[in-house]
């Protein structure tokens, strides 16, 4: 089968109305779609169910820690299915492992799909699992029917997403040495863990991906959220990937004796950190949008039944897909703790320990997405990814785009996580067409 055939009018649909983006030269005019090859859902949840084992915990997930045995044998599991691709597996300085097919034509930069198999301690058996091998399935189903892209594809599994997306931030920006010697999870360096894996930290360079280098990256995804779910739609074509920024907050008062000290005399943190606590909510809900606002963290000092408490600690965070937004919020609630310390004599400091900017999917490969999805008869929604994904980093050097799929209940990172079979083979599917799409597309 020709793949142009099948590809022409699904790209000419996507690419209609996307900005920045515009069809190749070869795929003005042409046939109605015939046929769209599927994905062999089966054989991808089988897949699933097999990933299962490693690391398996006795509530029915995964504990796969990067650079612990699970997450090789994982990995191990991930190759095996990549060489039954036919494609060409190595494993780049970084620790990530690639599956590489050629295009026709050699010196197109490469469109790069996948995502990860390590967990979180206790985790779930679809997050990052769904994305690596359905990507391995898509190009399982083009060596099958005999497709062939114009750029070369690299199915991708990240090394370390969980402990904070290392392996794409390793390829994405210009790493300092002291990084590498952050201690994971699992107990190992990053510098060791790339090792454990088959890496080389001392050739990083060599694996670094800069503007130019990709084409497009896609990823495909479990919601982690319960939006697609609650709404019963089949896929999420994600608008971007939040900005989170975390601070210390330090409240001072001033210990003293809860027997003796006049409740109109007192300077009360705890009783600061409470009206605190109920101002970051009345902030964070008083505008329309999908911001979030939490105060996750608190200790009082010095933390006895029979002492006002003379000092807080706390943690504030907000996110949200417009960073703007986020320092709005931050400056408001600010101004409001000066209004809580003044009120009975307590003092608010604040100290960022967490940035991470937010992510824009490239919105040509959002128009993409959407109709890989309407082209399926799949219905779905634009949301953004409260959750952090490789993708954000991604983001850094080449568009980007992400598919989500339901979870039930909404539950992740959890023993009890889980999507359908029929959704993950619709995701997959829309992966493929994402895919083909993507190889017509120009991207400004
Ligand atoms: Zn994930």
Redesign the pocket.
């Known amino acids: 089968m020709k793949r142009r055939d099948f590809t022409r009018t699904l790209a000419a649909a996507a690419l209609a109305t996307v900005p920045g983006a515009r069809l190749g030269a070869a795929s003005t005019g042409g046939a109605p779609v015939a046929r769209v090859p599927r994905i062999n859902g089966e054989r991808l949840n089988g897949w699933l169910t097999a990933i299962s084992e490693f690391g398996r915990n006795p509530a029915g997930g995964v504990t796969r820690l990067a650079y612990g045995e699970a997450d090789l044998a994982a990995r191990a599991f991930v190759t095996q299915r990549m060489l039954e691709a036919k494609l060409t597996v190595v494993v780049d300085a970084a620790g990530n492992i690639y599956g590489k097919r050629a295009g026709a034509d050699a010196s197109a930069a490469p469109i790069i799909f996948g ?2 198999v390590d967990s979180v301690p206790e985790g779930g058996n679809f ?2 699992n769904v ?1 690596t091998l359905a990507a391995i399935e898509v190009a399982r189903t083009f060596a099958e029917q005999g497709v062939t892209t114009r750029h070369p594809l690299w199915v991708v599994c990240w090394q370390n ?2 402990g904070g997306t290392w392996g794409s931030h390793l390829v994405t920006a210009d790493v300092a040495g002291t990084e590498l010697s952050t201690v994971a999870r699992s107990g190992k360096s990053i510098g060791d863990g790339i090792r454990y894996l088959g890496g080389d930290p001392t050739k990083l360079a060599a694996a670094r991906l800069r503007k130019g280098d990709v084409h497009g990256y896609l990823e495909l ?2 919601e ?1 959220g319960g939006l697609l779910d609650r709404q019963k739609l089949d896929i999420g074509v994600v608008e971007g990937i939040v900005g989170l920024r975390e601070w210390d907050v330090t409240i001072d008062g001033f210990a003293n004796h809860a027997g003796t000290t006049p409740m109109n005399e007192r300077r009360d943190a705890m009783l600061a950190a409470a009206r605190f606590t109920e101002m970051v909510n009345r902030i964070v809900t008083a505008e329309s949008g999908r911001q979030v606002g939490t105060v996750g963290r608190i200790q009082a000092f010095p933390g006895a039944p029979n002492v006002v408490p003379g000092k807080v600690t706390c943690t504030l965070e907000l996110r949200d897909l417009d960073d703007r937004k986020i320092q709005t919020l931050y400056e408001a609630i600010v101004a409001e703790s000066q209004k809580i310390g003044a009120r009975n004599g307590t003092t608010f400091s604040y100290h960022e320990f967490v940035t991470h900017e937010s992510a824009r999917c490239d919105a040509g490969v959002r128009t993409i997405i959407g109709a890989a999805a309407a082209t399926r008869g799949f219905a779905t929604m634009s949301l953004p990814s409260g ?1 952090g ?2 993708a954000q980093n991604l983001a850094r050097v080449c568009p980007m785009g992400m598919i989500f799929i339901p979870s039930v209940d909404g539950i992740s990172h959890s023993p009890r996580e889980f999507s359908r079979p029929r959704d993950i083979t619709n995701g997959a599917d829309v992966l493929l067409g994402a895919v083909l799409a993507m190889d017509e597309a120009t991207f400004r």
Do not use: Y
């Open positions: 995502s990860h997050d990052g994305g997403e969980e995804h479990i982690q959750a994904h490789d």
